[in-house]
């Protein structure tokens, strides 16, 4: 039999003074239980104990004079054959190494295939544990076994890096576990250690976590220079400390990528860099030479593992690059193609320098995994790069170029295209009757669908300005059309990515009269302009507002007048951009006399930072009419009128020295404008001629029937009068109201036929 663990211990007198845990599990008694008691009444209050006394054994144990009995559990020989087994079989089959070590941390023995085996017992001087393994941070090592040793809680499964035996090659990676090493008595004999070489799953995991990274980071914005240094800033120092991407320079404006191979001639541009010393500068553009590892990549898009010695003979080929990667120390490089669908977009070079192992095999295919996630985010920003190019094309084309703008308005713009354009517009159209319609809308979305919607919205507005509507009416007719788009929409195949876009829009439709000094608006969607007055007075003009054009609301679009004077600056803007952005308002009160582009520039300043979408905001300033250049005359409710009228007429086109056929003409159109409103209007009538860049002749009267323009008969007396002004004016139209309508003509006035008037004077 052989002696196990101390149970526990009894007096000379039989009283029991020690009794263990292990006591506790075998003979069933706690240790308050058994303290203190005799073991003559233990034994007679628990006559089951007898059956656990066959397997321990009592010894006397004299220490100094006392004589104590010591109880400990007996193992049988099968027993400690069974153990012995055991750890035969642990340090001769086990797949983890195993160390044990004395309370220096020197290894008693091992049973480690990597290395040989260490002598039962180490000699003093021998290296500990830690140093003797090659960790690269033995004292940390050593700390952590220590701790082990005092406190007897095992360190599991811990993650360090060890140098290869004789210091070559790269470092490995082990996963190593301390337990205490303790007798049967409790004495700490010492550690085990066990040591797992966990080199390949750490390389595979760590491959894992950099392409989860580059997924996760590269690609979060829609512009090729800015994936590219996404890119750069994901691998550096990942996976490599020096990397450089070049992309084809036609790939950066959106242009279709060339197929394989890439003639040598094409230039690229370095969009992004990380590292120590950069060949050159970023943005730079050049062709790659042949005769190099980069230029090959480009001919047959396969990566390529360089090894970087000063004997390698392609870099005379390129010196800069040489210079470059012999003043960053670079030994090993990796050049890989940013490819998709056999067309190639350009480069990316990986190298490691100074003390960085030298890539492998493995790192080739996780080079070509990171570069294939990237060339489809280069590809995808390259996409948007040339939709958005086509759509602001588009739209350029759309937008009014030099908008024919009236001498009675001055119109300025503000406008930041943002990122992917938009459907932000402005219109300024010229009326009869020195009136001026000022349109600002704004279509939701980008790309060309959204700029094709806001030029069909535009020239909607074009073709019913020739109406003569009033702004709700115009408005109104607007959304129709709106409404009418949206539902072409949704009968577009399901694939056409306009199909699931659904079509808003925003407008707002404003018509400035410089004779009466008023303006009347209505609008659908966009926020209240705001109205500077000529003393500096700013606010709101409280208008309310319809609902958005093509929306599921259907309710009137109501109109709101309110005055105008000459010298007001009336601003529109989209996005709510005067309500919600501090300064704005301001800098229009404070710049209310600066020429309108210069406060357009003052705006565009206060909203650098906010490019994050499209902004515009309009801008018109009222300068009016002189009264002078305005004749109105209450006509008689009979024929007597039409004399009348042409001898006003005649008498004020002298005084704006208006003579010859332009007189003459103005005189017949004059006549048969009262004449047909005498025959078919209601009174009272009223005729007003108002010069400005043209000659504008209204008459106005109380019906309601709108005059048409028909094609009298040879034996008709009457019925040519439209057809007649029709014949001799630039355009003619009715323009109605409330109460009663306005018929009016308009024509151009020939250089030698009057004095050309003065603009009205700066406000």
């Given at each position: 039999m052989a002696s196990g663990a101390v149970l526990a211990r009894i007096t000379g007198d039989g009283r029991i003074v020690e009794w263990s845990g292990r006591a506790e599990a075998l003979l069933g008694r706690s240790r308050s239980e058994a303290e203190g008691r005799t073991i003559t009444a233990l034994l007679s209050r628990t006559p089951s104990i007898a059956e656990a006394l066959?397997?321990?054994?009592?010894?006397?144990?004299?220490?100094?004079?006392?004589?104590?009995?010591?109880?400990?559990?007996?193992?049988?020989?099968?027993?400690?054959?069974?153990?012995?087994?055991?750890?035969?079989?642990?340090?001769?089959?086990?797949?983890?190494?195993?160390?044990?070590?004395?309370?220096?941390?020197?290894?008693?023995?091992?049973?480690?295939?990597?290395?040989?085996?260490?002598?039962?017992?180490?000699?003093?001087?021998?290296?500990?544990?830690?140093?003797?393994?090659?960790?690269?941070?033995?004292?940390?090592?050593?700390?952590?076994?220590?701790?082990?040793?005092?406190?007897?809680?095992?360190?599991?499964?811990?993650?360090?890096?060890?140098?290869?035996?004789?210091?070559?090659?790269?470092?490995?990676?082990?996963?190593?576990?301390?337990?205490?090493?303790?007798?049967?008595?409790?004495?700490?004999?010492?550690?085990?250690?066990?040591?797992?070489?966990?080199?390949?799953?750490?390389?595979?995991?760590?491959?894992?976590?950099?392409?989860?990274?580059?997924?996760?980071?590269?690609?979060?914005?829609?512009?090729?220079?800015?994936?590219?240094?996404?890119?750069?800033?994901?691998?550096?120092?990942?996976?490599?400390?020096?990397?450089?991407?070049?992309?084809?320079?036609?790939?950066?404006?959106?242009?279709?990528?060339?197929?394989?191979?890439?003639?040598?001639?094409?230039?690229?541009?370095?969009?992004?860099f990380r590292g120590l010393v950069s060949a050159h500068a970023v943005g730079d553009v050049r062709r790659l030479p042949e005769g190099t590892p980069y230029s090959r990549v480009l001919h047959d898009l396969r990566p390529r593992l360089v090894t970087v010695t000063e004997d390698s003979r392609w870099l005379a080929a390129d010196p800069a690059r040489a210079n470059a990667i012999t003043l960053s120390d670079a030994h090993s490089l990796i050049v890989a193609p940013l490819t998709v669908r056999g067309q190639a977009l350009g480069v990316v070079s990986f190298y490691r320098h100074r003390d960085e192992g030298p890539f492998d095999e493995d790192d080739i295919a996780l080079a070509s995994d990171v570069c294939a996630h990237a060339a489809l985010c280069i590809d995808n920003a390259r996409r948007f790069t040339y939709e958005r190019t086509i759509a602001a094309t588009v739209k350029r084309r759309l937008l009014p170029q030099r908008p024919s703008i009236p001498r009675t308005l001055d119109v300025a713009s503000m406008h930041i295209p943002g990122p992917g354009g938009g459907g932000a517009w402005f219109d300024v159209i010229e009326l009869a009757g020195g009136r001026t319609l000022l349109v600002h809308g704004d279509v939701t979305g980008r790309g060309v669908g959204t700029a094709t919607t806001m030029g069909?919205?535009?020239?909607?507005?074009?073709?019913?300005?020739?109406?003569?509507?009033?702004?709700?009416?115009?408005?109104?007719?607007?959304?129709?059309?709106?409404?009418?788009?949206?539902?072409?929409?949704?009968?577009?195949?399901?694939?056409?990515?306009?199909?699931?876009?659904?079509?808003?829009?925003?407008?707002?439709?404003?018509?400035?009269?410089?004779?009466?000094?008023?303006?009347?608006?209505?609008?659908?969607?966009?926020?209240?302009?705001?109205?500077?007055?000529?003393?500096?007075?700013?606010?709101?003009?409280?208008?309310?507002?319809?609902?958005?054009?093509?929306?599921?609301?259907?309710?009137?679009?109501?109109?709101?007048?309110?005055?105008?004077?000459?010298?007001?600056?009336?601003?529109?803007?989209?996005?709510?951009?005067?309500?919600?952005?501090?300064?704005?308002?301001?800098?229009?009160?404070?710049?209310?006399?600066?020429?309108?582009?210069?406060?357009?520039?003052?705006?565009?300043?206060?909203?650098?930072?906010?490019?994050?979408?499209?902004?515009?905001?309009?801008?018109?300033?009222?300068?009016?009419?002189?009264?002078?250049?305005?004749?109105?005359?209450?006509?008689?409710?009979?024929?007597?009128?039409?004399?009348?009228?042409?001898?006003?007429?005649?008498?004020?086109?002298?005084?704006?020295?208006?003579?010859?056929?332009?007189?003459?003409?103005?005189?017949?159109?004059?006549?048969?404008?009262?004449?047909?409103?005498?025959?078919?209007?209601?009174?009272?009538y009223r005729l007003r001629l108002i010069l400005d860049e043209r000659l504008t002749s209204e008459v106005r009267d109380a019906g309601m029937s709108a005059p048409h323009l028909k094609h009298a008969r040879q034996m008709d007396e009457s019925g040519r009068g439209l057809f007649i002004v029709a014949g001799v004016a630039d355009g003619w139209g009715v323009r109605l109201h409330d109460h009663g309508k306005t018929v009016w003509a308009r024509q151009t006035l020939s250089e030698t036929g009057h004095a050309q008037p003065a603009s009205p004077p700066p406000t």
């Open positions: 066959d397997r321990v054994s009592v010894r006397p144990v004299l220490s100094g004079t006392e004589l104590t009995w010591e109880v400990r559990e007996e193992r049988g020989a099968g027993d400690a054959r069974r153990d012995h087994a055991l750890l035969r079989t642990l340090f001769t089959h086990s797949p983890v190494a195993l160390y044990v070590l004395d309370h220096d941390l020197r290894v008693l023995c091992s049973r480690d295939e990597r290395r040989e085996a260490v002598a039962p017992d180490a000699a003093p001087g021998a290296p500990d544990f830690p140093t003797a393994l090659g960790l690269e941070d033995p004292e940390r090592e050593r700390a952590v076994a220590r701790q082990v040793l005092d406190t007897g809680e095992p360190a599991l499964q811990r993650l360090v890096r060890a140098v290869p035996a004789g210091g070559t090659g790269r470092p490995v990676s082990q996963s190593l576990s301390y337990v205490r090493l303790e007798g049967l008595d409790g004495e700490v004999l010492g550690l085990v250690a066990s040591a797992l070489d966990v080199t390949d799953r750490e390389r595979a995991l760590n491959r894992l976590r950099l392409l989860e990274k580059v997924r996760a980071s590269v690609g979060t914005q829609l512009e090729v220079a800015s994936v590219c240094r996404e890119l750069a800033d994901a691998v550096v120092p990942a996976f490599t400390g020096i990397a450089v991407v070049e992309v084809i320079d036609d790939v950066i404006r959106g242009d279709e990528p060339p197929l394989a191979p890439v003639d040598s001639e094409v230039p690229l541009r370095r969009t992004a069909q919205l535009r020239t909607v507005i074009h073709a019913l300005a020739a109406l003569d509507l009033e702004p709700d009416e115009l408005i109104a007719r607007l959304s129709d059309t709106a409404v009418q788009l949206a539902a072409e929409r949704t009968r577009l195949p399901a694939g056409d990515p306009l199909h699931r876009e659904p079509l808003t829009a925003s407008c707002l439709i404003a018509v400035y009269d410089a004779v009466d000094h008023t303006c009347t608006m209505a609008r659908a969607g966009l926020a209240e302009p705001y109205l500077v007055m000529p003393g500096g007075d700013g606010a709101d003009v409280s208008a309310p507002g319809g609902p958005v054009l093509a929306g599921a609301d259907r309710s009137p679009f109501p109109v709101t007048a309110f005055s105008m004077p000459s010298g007001s600056i009336l601003a529109v803007g989209n996005e709510d951009l005067l309500q919600t952005v501090d300064g704005l308002r301001d800098l229009l009160r404070e710049g209310r006399d600066l020429p309108l582009d210069d406060l357009a520039d003052a705006l565009a300043y206060e909203l650098r930072d906010r490019h994050e979408t499209e902004k515009l905001i309009l801008l018109a300033r009222a300068r009016g009419l002189p009264g002078e250049r305005v004749l109105t005359v209450p006509l008689a409710e009979d024929l007597s009128a039409v004399p009348a009228a042409r001898a006003a007429a005649r008498r004020r086109l002298r005084e704006w020295s208006v003579d010859g056929d332009d007189a003459f003409t103005t005189e017949l159109i004059v006549s048969e404008l009262v004449a047909n409103a005498l025959r078919y209007g209601a009174p009272p």
